[in-house]
């Protein structure tokens, strides 16, 4: 089992920045790809970004690139999501995934990852 625990949510203005972290503990060992994925009321989960354990390959989604960037400190166990540039529509519940299972995947379906944190909460207003 592996346990994800998220920080650094908050109320920012619209063009502010924001850093989440994901800290993982338990099994991190058998950690294949992390991933943040966010949820607006009423909507369905929206992929933001992926990053494989050991940092060499990273996937964004379209309205993440080039504002967030998503990095891993292995010796800490900890995944960061630095955010710039925020918007009203960047508003939602972010959570950390991760996967362990080893195949073919899709990094960018969240139903590709078995554990999950209860998500911190990112308020931007315009």
């Known amino acids: 089992q592996v346990q994800l625990v998220e920080s650094g949510g908050g109320l920012v203005q619209a063009g502010g920045s924001l850093r989440l972290s994901c800290a993982a503990s338990?099994?991190?060992?058998?950690?294949?790809?992390l991933a943040w994925v966010r949820q607006a009321p009423g909507k369905e989960r929206e992929f933001v970004a992926a990053?494989?354990?050991?940092?060499?390959?990273?996937w964004y989604a379209a309205s993440a690139k080039g504002r967030f960037t998503i990095t891993i400190d292995n010796p800490k166990n900890t995944m960061y999501l630095q955010m710039n540039s925020l918007k009203p529509e960047d508003t939602a519940v972010y959570s950390c995934a991760a996967r362990s299972k080893s195949g073919s995947y899709s990094p960018a379906s969240p139903h590709e990852y078995e554990f999950w944190g209860r998500g911190t909460q990112v308020t931007v207003s315009s």
């Open positions: 990053i494989t354990y050991g940092g060499a390959s990273t």
């Open positions: 338990g099994r991190t060992y058998n950690m294949k790809t």
